[in-house]
């Protein structure tokens, strides 16, 4: 039996993966794995219990239930994206021992099931031999106005946008498995092309390139 097939999705902060990455698992019939989700998830427990991150990324009991986001059985969807989350989940994700684990759990994934990952480093260190690979991206303005309206955001954009490029900086210059596209990804530039249309794009090149696996 040949091995489950992956769709690597990455790009940074705010340019609308995680949408993207869910509607295209919907319609192709793969599970949805947010990787940005288990490095807040770290972060979360982190700040609750003082443990050494570390400790706490090979321990983590971690489930996606469509967009919900369980630690065992506990719903934390709505604790993970907060400003405070944001940043502390960025600096968790600078150190090599919290990747390793967090980058198993990642592989393992696909053991199980086809998947749909969407993160920083999928196509790049996780899965470079995924068979579809897209890097997605944005202008920082119109990341940080995505982020405004979807948590609701009372705070300037300006300053939503200063947030996101301090993020951005981090994630693209720490020394493990840096924000960087792949060689073969599929670039996109999002910032004016509306969810659907740049899910088609997807969508269409997945499936061709896919053809002999899913048929
Ligand atoms: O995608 P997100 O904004 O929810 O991710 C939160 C943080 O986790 C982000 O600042 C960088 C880090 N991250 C990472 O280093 N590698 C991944 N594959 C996914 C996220």
């Known amino acids: 039996m040949g091995r489950n097939p992956v769709i690597a999705i990455d790009g940074p902060a705010g340019a609308g ?7 295209l698992a919907e319609r192709l019939g793969f599970v949805y794995v947010n990787t940005g989700a288990m490095y807040r998830a770290v972060a979360l427990l982190w700040k609750e219990t003082g ?9 983590l009991d971690f489930e996606m239930r469509g967009d919900r986001v369980f630690v065992g059985e506990r ?11 944001s940043d502390l989940s960025s600096r968790v994700s600078t150190r090599p021992g919290v990747r390793r684990a967090l980058v198993d759990l990642q592989r393992a ?9 969407e993160g920083r480093d999928i ?29 609701n955001d009372p705070r300037p954009l300006e300053v939503i946008e200063r947030e996101i490029k ?6 693209s210059t720490r020394e493990d498995s840096p924000l960087r596209r792949a060689p073969d990804a599929v ?3 999002t910032t004016d092309l509306s969810i659907e249309e ?17 048929n």
């Open 109 to 117: 994934q696909r053991e199980k099931y086809p998947v749909v990952m």
């Open 198 to 214: 740049v899910l088609k794009l997807m969508e269409k090149f997945a499936k061709e390139k896919l053809k002999s696996i899913i």
């Open 75 to 85: 719903d934390v969807t709505e604790l993970l994206y907060t400003p405070e989350i």
């Open 51 to 59: 443990e050494e991150p570390e400790k706490i990324a090979r321990q």
């Open 187 to 189: 670039f996109i530039d």
């Open 166 to 171: 301090i993020r951005d900086e981090r994630d």
């Open 17 to 23: 993966k995680s949408t993207l990455a869910r509607l």
């Open 123 to 151: 196509g790049t260190v996780v899965f470079p031999d995924a068979e579809v690979k897209f890097y997605i991206t944005a202008s920082s303005r119109e990341r940080a106005r995505r982020r405004k309206l979807q948590f």
